[in-house]
């Protein structure tokens, strides 16, 4: 179980937030470098190198996202350029990619990054720069909206597998339509039908919600403890019912992979507090604020829980709490600290660099009753900005070590003299890290910082 510190502040962190970011401009850097971006979008290292993996391109703004984020952290002008320069040059496919479920992804932390700096006034250009923003963010999120399977509850955005498929993971990937709901965009089918991207919002958090998250209810012989996730829900796409949990990236549709754990810790959350800036009225069609809220709050807070209970004391995770050979670990393995160099299973460092941003908003959005929300991000993050996690070393591309990518396709690198796969660094952790790097050193400058302040 986590061991929350309940001492650490933001400004407690700041010499560590300074090596972060030192270290991450490096690796930004040397990625530039060294990488061969004929072959692809990099995802993942191996033996410290970055290479591609594919299935889709949708790491792909995470690398130009993390300039744009570093250059907001430091206000190294060389950052701002080249995210600007590439976001411009390589980013348009992904606007309108009608195949994938990862616009959130890709497009809200270039497009969205960079026109949040824009407002804020951290660079100068012209109205024409942030009125390209602004496009691109409303056709991205009418885009995503696009993929819609009809169930008797609403709907849901379908994963690349297909109609039948509601990722766990499009939690976070639904920051494009709410941009481009708030920017003022409606996406138009056919006859003209209007439908709402504020609708569809809200329903697909309400089937994720629902159908991908457990409560301890009862709706399997699995289903004893809130905050179990699955990574996939399968649905009858004839008639819409709900059939089966299922799994890609985890080990089993009844077990919980921790990065799909992390997604919805982080998405419900980041939900909550957009939809604090709306209108009640906006929110009427869809059931009302108070029914939204509280289906979202039980959500985030059964993940976040459940996180908290199931992880090393560092807070660091495996990469699925139900990982076959887990056991062999010991009978208290969630008493001690997370051992990426064990001989079973690997450690999913990734996942927490997703879940700490998800804890430390969730208890801000609670204000005071949620201080150990708050707290217990703040003690994950401190430890993935230490050693084993923070990448030290020159020579490596990655920023934070030990992630996992595709444990049960066997993609992830496993060195020399190592029985599993560790020592390694994602696109996606990478990119996590920074974000909730710097969301905690603007919390120590008595700021914040939101996806929506691009609006």
């Not at 709410?178 to 138009?188: C, D, E, N, Q, R």
Request: hydrophobic residues 35%; proline residues 4%; charged residues 20%.
């Amino acid at each position: 179980m986590l061991d929350i510190d309940q001492s650490l502040t933001p400004a407690s962190l700041a010499p560590q937030l300074d090596r972060f970011w030192d270290l991450s401009a490096k690796k930004i850097r040397l990625i530039d470098q060294q990488y061969d971006h004929a072959k692809g979008s990099p995802v993942f290292t191996v033996a410290g190198k970055y290479t591609t993996r594919g299935w889709t391109e949708w790491t792909q703004g995470f690398e130009y996202g993390s300039a744009a984020l570093q250059f907001d952290a430091t206000g190294d002008e060389w950052d701002l350029q080249f995210a600007r320069t590439n976001t411009l040059e390589k980013m348009a496919p992904h606007v309108s990619h009608f195949g994938v479920h990862d616009h959130g992804f890709n497009n809200v932390s270039t497009y969205g990054n960079l026109l949040r700096l824009f407002r804020e006034e951290r660079y100068s250009s012209s109205e024409w720069e942030a009125d390209f923003y602004r496009l691109a963010l409303k056709i991205s999120g009418a885009s995503q909206a696009r993929r819609w399977t009809t169930i008797p509850e609403g709907g849901f955005i379908y994963s690349f597998n297909g109609p039948h498929s509601l990722f766990v993971d499009t939690i976070r990937s639904c920051r494009a339509l709410a941009i481009s709901h708030a920017l003022g965009h409606h996406y138009m089918d056919e006859g003209d039908q209007e439908i709402s991207l504020l609708g569809r919002l809200i329903d697909h958090a309400r089937a994720t919600a629902t159908f991908s998250i457990y409560y301890g209810e009862g709706r399997d012989g699995y289903d004893t403890q809130a905050g179990r996730t699955a990574h996939e829900a399968i649905f009858n796409t004839n008639d819409g019912q709900f059939r089966c949990p299922n799994a890609q990236q985890g080990f089993s549709g009844f077990t919980t992979w921790t990065r799909g754990l992390a997604w919805a810790m982080l998405g419900f959350p980041e939900q909550l507090e957009f939809l604090a800036t709306l209108p009640d009225d906006a929110l009427e069609p869809s059931g009302g604020r108070a029914e939204i809220e509280e289906t979202l709050l039980e959500a985030a807070r059964a993940t976040c829980d459940f996180y908290i209970r199931n992880t090393p004391t560092d807070g660091i995770p495996y990469w699925d709490t139900g990982a076959p050979e887990l056991h062999k670990l010991g009978e208290h393995v969630l008493d001690r600290p997370s051992d990426p160099y064990n001989d079973y299973e690997p450690i999913d460092s990734s996942a927490a660099a997703i879940a700490c941003q998800g804890l430390i908003r969730l208890g801000r959005y609670l204000g005071e009753t949620g201080s150990d929300y708050t707290q217990a991000g703040l003690t994950v993050i401190q430890r993935l900005m230490s050693d084993p996690y923070l990448s030290t070393e020159d020579d490596h591309q990655g920023l934070i070590l030990h992630s996992i990518y595709h444990q049960p396709n066997g993609w992830d690198y496993v060195p020399e003299g190592s029985k599993i796969a560790n020592g390694e660094s994602s696109m996606w952790g990478d990119y996590h890290a920074r974000e909730a790097a710097l969301l905690v050193q603007r919390l120590a400058q008595g700021a914040d910082y939101h996806f929506y302040d691009c609006i």
